[in-house]
């Protein structure tokens, strides 16, 4: 049995993770971590009567019980996810993160870390198989079209823009295209904002609307033609069985992987 933490439980994402991990029979939800949990044991919550399981506020508490965890399941905020996974790593807890907002330079050090202490650990941008193919499809595409635009869509309770899907895709398509100004040389915008962010002089723009969950859509123009591609998330359990495969493979690894294709 794999023995997994899910940090950020009393999240939407936290919330379905749980759940998966309960249901699946290769794993055992040894602890979940929320510094903002009203309570110490799951079974507190009506929805999760009988499940004895010690509900975590604090990282002494997590380090004094590690021995019991294989695993650290991240879907926090992102003003704590750079914390969160180093004191995994510290502790050979392997993470397996889904939440976005880590930076670059935090991304390098995180590696480094996990090399030095030899910890697998996988951070996904995004679970969904939709997700991971349109970034590979939108990839391709770009060898042979290289003026491109990111659409991102999310519900309005997201924290960040752009998405950490929309910028990993971007990260991805500037590996094959030349960096380089798209549009007209003189535009002007005439509302702050309207032409979107601008990576490498590819724009993305992003969208909070309820109703929503999550989208992307990338779209390639050519002379006399376009191409668009896009995946849609209608529900959070289209990352349960990403996050899932995660769970059972990363302790056969010991670095930090970026990206769920590095698993498929
Ligand atoms: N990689 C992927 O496939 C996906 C990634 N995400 C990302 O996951 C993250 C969470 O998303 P949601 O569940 O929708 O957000 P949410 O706001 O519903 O949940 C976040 C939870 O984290 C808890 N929290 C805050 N600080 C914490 C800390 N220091 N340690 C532990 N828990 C803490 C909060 O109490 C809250 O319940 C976001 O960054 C989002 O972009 C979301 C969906 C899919
Ligand atoms: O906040 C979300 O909901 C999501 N966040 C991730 C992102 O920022 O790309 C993954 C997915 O888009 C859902």
Same mark, same amino acid.
């Given at each position: 049995?794999?023995?997994?933490?899910?940090?950020?439980?009393?999240?939407?994402?936290?919330?379905?993770?749980?759940?998966?991990?309960?249901?699946?029979?290769?794993?055992?939800?040894?602890?979940?971590?929320?510094?903002?949990?009203?309570?110490?044991?799951?079974?507190?919550?009506?929805?999760?009567?009988?499940?004895?399981?010690? %509900?975590?506020?604090?990282?002494?508490?997590?380090?004094?019980?590690?021995? @019991?965890? @294989?695993?650290?399941?991240?879907?926090?905020?992102?003003?704590?996810?750079?914390?969160?996974?180093?004191?995994?790593?510290?502790?050979?807890?392997?993470?397996? %993160? $889904?939440?976005?907002?880590?930076?670059?330079?935090?991304?390098?050090?995180?590696?480094?870390?996990?090399?030095?202490? /030899?910890?697998?650990?996988?951070?996904?941008?995004?679970?969904?198989?939709? &997700?991971?193919?349109?970034?590979?499809?939108?990839?391709?595409?770009? /060898?042979?079209?290289?003026?491109?635009?990111?659409? /991102?869509? *999310?519900?309005?309770?997201?924290? @960040?823009?752009?998405?950490?899907?929309?910028?990993?895709?971007?990260?991805?398509?500037? /590996?094959?295209?030349?960096?380089? *100004?798209?549009?007209?040389?003189?535009?002007?915008?005439?509302?702050?904002? =309207?032409?979107? =962010?601008?990576?490498?002089?590819?724009?993305?723009?992003?969208?909070?609307?309820? $109703?929503?969950?999550?989208?992307?859509?990338?779209?390639? $123009?050519?002379?006399?033609?376009?191409?668009?591609?896009?995946?849609?998330?209608?529900?959070?359990?289209?990352?349960?069985?990403?996050?899932?495969? &995660?769970?059972?493979?990363?302790?056969?690894?010991?670095?930090?992987?970026?990206?769920?294709?590095?698993?498929?």
């Amino acid at each position: 049995m794999i023995k997994v933490l899910v940090a950020g439980f009393d999240g939407s994402m936290g919330n379905k993770t749980t759940n998966m991990v309960i249901e699946n029979d290769k794993f055992e939800l040894a602890g979940v971590f929320s510094p903002f949990a009203g309570k110490d044991n799951l079974r507190e919550y009506t929805e999760f009567q009988d499940q004895n399981v010690p %509900v975590y506020k604090t990282y002494e508490e997590v380090a004094a019980q590690k021995n @019991d965890f @294989d695993v650290w399941v991240d879907f926090t905020v992102p003003s704590a996810v750079y914390q969160n996974v180093k004191f995994a790593i510290e502790n050979k807890i392997s993470p397996v %993160v $889904g939440t976005t907002g880590l930076t670059d330079e935090q991304l390098v050090e995180l590696k480094a870390l996990a090399k030095e202490n /030899e910890v697998g650990g996988l951070i996904a941008p995004n679970f969904g198989i939709s &997700a991971v193919l349109l970034m590979q499809f939108a990839k391709k595409a770009a /060898e042979f079209m290289p003026d491109v635009e990111i659409i /991102e869509l *999310h519900h309005d309770n997201k924290l @960040d823009a752009p998405s950490g899907t929309a910028v990993q895709t971007a990260k991805m398509i500037s /590996e094959v295209r030349t960096a380089h *100004h798209q549009g007209n040389p003189n535009e002007k915008e005439t509302m702050l904002g =309207a032409r979107g =962010a601008d990576f490498e002089g590819m724009k993305i723009h992003s969208v909070r609307l309820p $109703g929503y969950v999550a989208h992307e859509q990338v779209i390639f $123009g050519s002379l006399g033609e376009s191409l668009t591609i896009r995946q849609d998330s209608f529900d959070r359990s289209s990352f349960m069985t990403g996050v899932a495969l &995660a769970v059972e493979k990363i302790g056969n690894y010991n670095e930090l992987l970026v990206g769920l294709e590095n698993l498929l």
